[in-house]
């Protein structure tokens, strides 16, 4: 497709093109700036201009959405900028059935082709005559030359619904360059129901269509579509004008004079590979009316030399006379088309024999014609793209463990070629959200989720999965021991331990132990996050441990009662009326055990440096308090008969002098 300078209309003799829609001159279609720039949130040309938010091919600013993938744009330029002729093709910057600004994105694709400059050739060119009607079978690429006017560079291609539903209008974008601007030009953009491709080393075409290499619209009685088939949309270009369209469909010859389509009308237009066709492309036009299909524009601009066109990342090819790379699209070399099919009648989503969810058309296939016929002869082309996919549900999913420390989790859903709506249910887990397209549900509860996927709403779910989220709150085993180290001295301190590392690391569904973390509290604001630690004297009191699982963040909690008495040596008095003294430096003890001159009770003795008042404990062995005995202590020995009787118990004794433990022994009696 190539766009020219500005000539006289009455020095141009077109023949008019079969039912022409009338398209508005530029504008925003759901959501897409149809301005001949490819930048997004700007509109070059039209009739409203200026930053107006808006997707377009390209984001050069990072503003807006890019309609087609950048990625390695880098690697593109400095080959074409060398002087390079290339041709390659970029997909869709977004997956299938994006949802993006409210608009639902079902495909794109860019293709960028060889020119055909006097250094070098075009190598997918028509090598024989080929008209628009003919099996493509019968077509042959080759490697030549071609005129700059025919001559293609860039060709864009995008379908979207104007709303996230599959019922919203339907649209289609296209635009193409050219490598020069010396008068009109005609191009078409046919897209092909099944598959479409090119074979460069032999020149041929194959096509999965089976009506003379074609796939056929059928209809039922009523006129109501039952069978979509190839497309193709004529575009008919003046420097200076709106583009001219002629939309057309692949029928019999026998549908075109027996049936009269629900939505729009055949205009008489038909053609075939000859007049005795049994199939062909028939020219088409809304029942609503001819005008406002939708918008049509090239950049044209009164000073061409001031024109600042945003090409792409890349840059494009025009017929300087030098390296042929330019950074922007020269006035009038970018066209741009968008169409409502919806209003044109063409839309699966019109007809209750047709899904809206299934994929329209296989393959898009870009050429340019000599002439504004129709059936001129095809002069150059790109080769065929993919466009328009089928979506498949082909999304991974990520579920969550619920645990101690991760009460609340998501499930995930990864999206791989095709963006999903998604709606879930579940029979006794708990949901608390999602996120905007429900791809992550937020649950509170370990139970069985389903989540039932299509392409969008309003697509049947093609695909159900079953979770179910676990919930792992397997503890782990806390105990704690003490001992004394030092003795009841003014050095001695307690050491801690903390356990049980083994008994923690038990068999569970979530595997096993994956090591602990301690927490220890106790007396005089002790703190300590060691499985063993040791305090700074013997403070005595309770001691508090809490032990976590890393796996889970589950917790377990043992504590111990720490006193002197824990510690204290066990004496067993001496019936024989014998003391029986601790060791104490110089010889004789202060304080000690023994039994009484009648061997029938126990007595506590004191060695007192000086009066003193005092008090005398005695707890049996679970640590209970059974006497607390007020005493007046006079200087030297103090001999106190203990109210015990005999009966081989365990009591512990502890004598307090001045408010302080001084003595405290476990006593078998």
């Not at 030549?144 to 291609?157: L, Q, R, T």
């Not at 132990?513 to 005089?524: A, D, E, F, K, V």
């Not at 040596?569 to 060791?583: E, H, T, Y």
Request: with cysteine.
């Amino acid at each position: 497709m190539k766009l020219w300078i500005i000539v006289p209309m009455s020095l141009i003799s077109l023949a008019p093109m079969a039912a022409a829609g009338q398209l508005t001159n530029g504008g925003v279609n759901a959501y897409f700036g149809i301005d001949a720039d490819t930048r997004s949130n700007f509109v070059k040309y039209g009739p409203a201009m200026g930053p107006i938010a808006s997707d377009d091919w390209f984001s050069p600013s990072a503003s807006g959405n890019n309609v087609i993938d950048t990625s390695n744009a880098a690697v593109y330029l400095a080959l074409l900028q060398a002087g390079n002729n290339l041709s390659f093709n970029k997909r869709m910057s977004a997956l299938l059935y994006a949802k993006i600004s409210g608009k639902l994105w079902l495909d794109a694709a860019y293709g960028r082709d060889f020119i055909a400059a006097s250094t070098s050739k075009d190598s997918t060119v028509f090598a024989s005559a080929s008209k628009n009607g003919d099996d493509p079978a019968n077509w042959n690429g080759g490697v030549s030359n071609n005129p700059g006017k025919n001559d293609m560079i860039d060709v864009f291609a995008h379908m979207r619904r104007d709303g996230t539903n599959v019922h919203d209008s339907l649209w289609f974008f296209t635009g193409a360059s050219t490598f020069s601007t010396t008068g009109s030009s005609y191009f078409d953009v046919e897209l092909y129901r099944k598959s479409f491709t090119y074979n460069q080393t032999s020149g041929l075409f194959t096509s999965a269509g089976t009506e003379a290499g074609h796939t056929q619209w059928l209809f039922d009685a009523s006129g109501n579509i039952i069978q979509t088939g190839d497309l193709i949309v004529a575009i008919n270009f003046s420097p200076g004008s709106v583009p001219v369209i002629d939309l057309r469909i692949w029928v019999s010859k026998t549908t075109v004079n027996t049936i009269i389509p629900a939505y729009f009308n055949f205009t008489g237009s038909f053609d075939g590979a000859s007049n005795a066709a049994t199939y062909g492309y028939a020219s088409i036009v809304s029942k609503a009316g001819t005008t406002a299909w939708g918008a049509g524009i090239s950049n044209y601009s009164a000073t061409p030399s001031q024109d600042t066109t945003y090409s792409t990342p890349w840059g494009t090819s025009y017929n300087t006379g030098s390296s042929n790379w330019i950074s922007q699209y020269q006035s009038q070399q970018f066209i741009e088309v968008g169409l409502n099919l919806t209003r044109i009648g063409v839309d699966p989503a019109l007809y209750s024999a047709l899904s809206p969810c299934q994929s329209l058309f296989a393959n898009i296939f870009f050429k340019s014609r000599s002439s504004n016929s129709f059936t001129s002869n095809m002069q150059d082309f790109v080769t065929p793209l993919v466009f328009l996919r089928d979506p498949v549900m082909d999304y991974s999913v990520k579920p969550d463990t619920l645990r101690c420390n991760h009460t609340t989790g998501n499930i995930q859903i990864t999206n791989n070629t095709t963006a999903g709506y998604y709606t879930w249910q579940t029979a006794n887990g708990t949901i608390s959200g999602s996120n905007g397209d429900s791809s992550q549900l937020n649950i509170t509860k370990a139970g069985t989720y389903i989540v039932s996927s299509s392409p969008a709403q309003g697509c049947p779910a093609t695909r159900k999965d079953t979770l179910v989220i676990p919930i792992d709150t397997f503890p782990p085993v806390a105990s704690v021991a003490v001992s004394l180290v030092g003795g009841l001295t003014t050095t001695g301190y307690l050491q801690l331990y903390g356990g049980n590392t083994t008994a923690s690391n038990y068999s569970t569904p979530f595997g096993g132990s994956q090591g602990l973390l301690w927490n220890w509290s106790g007396p005089h604001a002790f703190s300590s996050t060691i499985q063993n630690p040791r305090t700074a004297d013997t403070a005595w009191g309770t001691y508090s441990l809490t032990v976590t699982e890393k796996r889970n963040g589950c917790t377990a909690t043992a504590s111990q009662m720490v006193s002197a008495y824990d510690f204290a040596v066990l004496q067993i008095a001496d019936p024989s009326g014998q003391d029986v003294p601790g060791v104490h430096s110089g010889g004789v003890p202060r304080y000690y055990l023994a039994g009484s001159y009648e061997h029938t009770n126990a007595r506590l003795v004191a060695n007192m440096d000086k009066a003193a008042s005092g008090a005398v404990l005695i707890y049996n062995i679970a640590g209970e308090a059974i006497l607390r005995q007020v005493i007046s202590f006079s200087q030297g020995i103090n001999m106190i008969d203990l109210p015990l009787t005999r009966g081989h118990a365990v009591r512990v004794i502890g004598l307090l002098i001045g408010g302080k433990l001084v003595f405290s022994q476990k006593m078998l009696f």
